[in-house]
């Protein structure tokens, strides 16, 4: 018996010196262990595209669909507790469901779909300031817009220039960028909304997001566009390169199709991910980040999931 417990002893010893000289080796897995995957799914300029395209043989044929998009949310969700759902605007405004119901079906859709946050695009100004309102008032998400000013009209007080979220102790930092209205937009459309530099409520609303919220990513939601259609208008990669502080930009407006995300570098040097999917709902854009337990970001991966008829539609 003593011969065994010595043996046994010496066992364990040798053991515990083994891990303590291989425990600098074991970091790294215990790392990826304890990594946290986030998950951006992201859609713009759907523009009141509810059904599929008709088959009229044309470019999209077969292509969209809210009903097939609420499958592929539903199957990510399920791999991935932490996915945010996020819009970049124009939400309304293309097919009569919105000449019909105002924006109402659309809000609907989008609350069945669990939409966590949108931005505000110039179309979604078509029904009016009251028209916009309702939407607001319908959505059971926030609509964010960090430079439009509405204080002299009835949409004071219910935007918001960003959200913070949490997923499995990560801080995620969301906010919304528009588009110059004047020239685009009727004036009564808008009714007395005043327009901020982007670049300056960019920089410091990403600020508050990295400083005061002290969040580890940062996406700005931008209907600028993915290029200028006049003559110094501020786009997104413009947006990217005069900022800091912001890992990704969700684009819209321009309605540029995008196989991956553009990199491009921030005023730190770092670097910032833009990214924009069509229109009308015909993709789902998916950026993943990997980040370690600490919040620091490891690595990400992108892609772009078309909406065809190879997606079974989910009852919504």
């Known amino acids: 018996m003593k011969l065994q417990r010595r043996t046994f002893l010496k066992q364990v010893f040798m053991a515990g010196t083994a891990i303590a000289a291989t425990g600098s080796n074991l970091l790294p897995g215990f790392a990826k262990n304890n990594s946290v995957k986030i998950t951006i799914l992201h859609t713009n300029d759907v523009h009141s595209r509810i059904e599929p395209f008709p088959m009229d043989g044309s470019r999209s044929q077969g292509l969209g669909g809210f009903a097939r998009r609420a499958t592929l949310i539903k199957q990510i969700r399920a791999t991935n507790p932490n996915v945010l759902l996020l819009d970049a605007g124009d939400i309304i405004q293309g097919t009569p469901y919105f000449n ?13 779909l669990g939409y966590d946050a949108c931005t505000i695009g110039n179309h979604d100004f078509d029904g009016g300031i009251e028209g916009l309102d309702k939407m607001i008032r319908l959505a059971n998400f926030p609509f964010l817009c960090a430079n439009y000013d509405f204080q002299h009209n009835i949409i004071n007080g219910k935007v918001k220039p960003y959200k913070v979220f949490v997923k499995q102790g990560i801080r995620i930092g969301v906010f919304g960028i528009g588009i110059q209205l004047d020239g685009l937009v009727a004036d009564k459309m808008y009714a007395k909304t005043i327009y901020l530099d982007p670049i300056k409520k960019a920089n410091e609303t990403a600020k508050i997001l990295r400083e005061k919220e002290k969040c580890s990513l940062v996406i700005c939601l931008s ?9 110094n ?18 684009g819209a407006h321009t309605h540029t199709f995008m196989d991956k995300p553009a990199v491009y570098k921030n005023t730190n040097g770092d670097e910032v991910l833009v990214f924009q999917v069509g229109w009308a709902g015909i993709n789902l854009g998916r950026v993943d980040f990997e980040m370690d337990s600490l919040g620091k970001k490891q690595s990400h991966t992108a892609s772009v999931l078309q909406i065809n008829d190879t997606v079974t539609q989910t009852q919504i």
Request: aromatic fraction near 10%.
């Open 100 to 112: 019909f119901y105002g924006g109402e079906l659309e809000i609907k859709l989008m609350n069945k």
């Open 223 to 231: 209907h600028l566009g993915n290029f200028p259609r006049i003559d």
């Open 233 to 250: 208008e501020t786009c997104d990669p413009y947006l990217a390169k005069h900022t800091s502080g912001i890992d990704l930009i969700i």
